[in-house]
């Protein structure tokens, strides 16, 4: 940036006169240019969505996505063939009723002010439940695992897993075999479990994959803890 700025009192007179020159910023040639200059701020913001967890085999037929910029931008798009959105701040919502998502699926929001572009995502994400409970049968069917007391979407096995007031019960656990095999410490002593093999587990939404149920080798009582690693 070069610039000769003319001092009050003196703008009849070139000798009074300052000039400075700065090569990074030969683009600035008024005070205006160089206090945007100072003073600007990249843009900020987020992109989520109503439906960040689902279980494998749900199929969605409509998603809202939510975002907001920290300023007006010059242009903003999402991919996923949504296209150009409002580039004014605040919170909008788009709701996809044309197309069904089954399998993860990221939404990019793509942003530029004028001098920079910015990227903010969010994903869809689809994934299986760890099931565990009791029960006094020898071995379960699917849809007893579906049935045992306890469940949760999760993207592995390891936890900490209670029983409370077993009485003369097994322990099951089911896990989709593709976690791979796990470590068994029941009240802190590492223990073996016996294992089946469920090689087309259907889950409450309709999805399959092999899964593997673990049980207790003998009956338990009481209150326990089992430490899957």
Do not use: C
């Amino acid at each position: 940036m070069a610039k000769d700025t003319r001092i009050d009192g003196q703008l009849g007179n070139p000798s009074h006169w300052v000039s400075y020159t700065n090569a990074a910023y030969g683009n600035i040639a008024t005070v205006k240019q160089a206090l945007d200059e100072l003073l600007y701020s990249s843009q900020s913001g987020a992109i989520s969505n109503s439906s960040p967890i689902n279980e494998v085999g749900t199929v969605l037929t409509s998603l809202t996505l939510n975002w907001n910029f920290n300023k007006d931008l010059v242009t903003a798009s999402i991919n996923q063939g949504i296209g150009a959105v409002n580039t004014v701040a605040g919170s909008y919502t788009l709701l996809l009723e044309a197309q069904t998502i089954s399998s993860n699926t990221t939404y990019t929001l793509s942003t530029a002010d004028g001098r920079s572009n910015v990227n903010f995502s969010t994903s869809v994400n689809f994934r299986y439940r760890r099931y565990w409970g009791s029960s006094n049968f020898g071995t379960l069917d699917n849809a007893q695992v579906l049935a045992l007391t306890n469940n949760e979407l999760a993207t592995g096995y390891a936890r900490s897993y209670s029983f409370s007031g077993l009485l003369d019960n097994y322990i099951y656990m089911a896990f989709p075999t593709a976690w791979g095999t796990p470590t068994f410490t029941v009240n802190g002593l590492i223990t073996t479990f016996n294992t089946i093999t469920i090689a087309s587990f259907t889950n409450a939404a309709g999805g399959v994959t092999g899964y593997t149920l673990y049980r207790s080798i003998n009956k338990l009582n009481g209150n326990v803890v089992v430490t899957v690693s």
